[in-house]
């Protein structure tokens, strides 16, 4: 369906029961409004950015051509996506010391701010940098406006699919320059680290060093893998050389924009 007649379906007379969320990444944003009352009433997009622009250029560029975004909503989710985040234990959280922890992590960036965000079923704590130029637009378009690490609800959502059965389970998120790696223990989470990396072949040799360094069991458990997987018979055949219980996610059914709405954040 067009997306203005996706668009056309939804009632922004509305707006104020609705859900705005934007997902910001440097490959391109995604828009989802979501009707908490009605499910069935839901706009989600994805646009392309004009690498040669600024993140903050791009952002405004979309707001003067997407007469959606200029509602009033009842809440407003901000999700930044890339490898500029760390997770650690809450107990060693401290507020101010969330600058030196990321960049010890980190190499320092100019124009950037550190936010975080607190996983409380997990009790764990995700740090993480945005530009600090789209940060401050995009608080002067919505006040109200909550910010997250895009590992954040993604961390929150395979946490809890992963204490289904008594397996460990490494989920991996596959985007076109870079993946994000999330391991579990019925619900513990073992490793979550992000990786540069474009081709097939780096993709099998990051996911089969993890698997190794955790010593996780080649027959019992499990490799979930979503994204953008233009390969997806290529990369799927190779691990089941060495791992048995290799299992697609359907992007029609995950999202880490949608995954918000499924967590407590």
Known sequence: MPERAIIENIDFSKSDQ?????????????????NP??????????????????????LKQIFRESGFLSHSYKRINIVMA???????????????????IFYHNHSKRENEIILYNILKKNNIAVIFGMDKSTHQFLCEQYP????????????????AKSRLGNS??????????????????RGHLLLANSFECKQTEDRIYYLLYVWKQ??????????????TIKDKDKLTQELRKFISQVFIIPQSVFTDIQTLTLCEL
């Open 37 to 58: 009352l009605h499910e069935g009433e839901t706009f989600l997009t994805r646009v392309q950015i004009d690498p040669l622009l600024s993140l903050t250029a791009n």
């Open 144 to 159: 109200h406006a909550k910010f997250y690490s895009q590992s954040a609800p993604i961390s929150e959502y395979f946490s």
């Open 214 to 227: 955790l010593s996780l069991n080649q027959e019992r458990d499990e490799l979930h893998l979503t994204g």
């Open 82 to 100: 890339g490898k500029r985040f760390i997770m650690i234990p809450f107990e060693l959280f401290e507020d101010e010391q969330t600058e030196m």
């Open 168 to 185: 460990k389970k490494m989920y991996a998120c596959v985007q076109e320059n870079t993946m994000d790696i999330y391991c579990y223990e």
């Open 18 to 34: 609705y859900t705005l969320s934007i997902r910001l990444s440097t490959d391109g944003f995604s828009f989802s409004v979501y």
